[in-house]
């Protein structure tokens, strides 16, 4: 079992930035790891907002793309969410998830934080 806890978020005026980490108990870049940054928002479905794999690949929501960067540690058990130019509509929290499909006879595991609210006012 691996927790995951995640820090950084708070209060921050529209146009400002805040860093989220994602901390975990070992490391979760694992072969074939994905570890996702998600939001949500009261009232809203829970949101993908960033992706990053084992391999080191990258992916966004188009919501935040050029404004957030999602990063990893060479140790690999903490991931990063650079988040810049944050907007109100960027209000939610924001959850760190691993995850891995099982293959073969590699484990799959899929893990969550406990969350990080992020408020951005106008």
């Known amino acids: 079992q691996v927790q995951l806890v995640e820090s950084g978020g708070g209060l921050v005026q529209a146009g400002g930035s805040l860093r989220l980490s994602c901390t975990a108990s070992?490391?979760?870049?694992?072969?074939?790891?994905?570890i996702n940054w998600y939001r949500q928002a009261p009232g809203k479905q829970r949101e993908l907002v960033a992706v990053?794999?084992?391999?080191?690949?990258?992916n966004y929501a188009d919501s935040v793309k050029g404004r957030f960067t999602i990063s990893g540690d060479n140790a690999g058990n903490t991931v990063y969410l650079q988040m810049n130019s944050l907007k109100p509509e960027d209000t939610a929290i924001y959850y760190c998830?691993?995850?891995?499909?099982?293959?073969?006879?590699?484990?799959?595991?899929?893990?969550w934080g406990q969350g990080t609210q992020v408020t951005v006012s106008s």
């Open positions: 998830n691993a995850h891995r499909e099982p293959l073969l006879t590699i484990a799959g595991y899929d893990y």
């Open positions: 070992k490391t979760i870049f694992s072969i074939n790891a994905i």
């Open positions: 990053i794999t084992s391999g080191g690949s990258t």
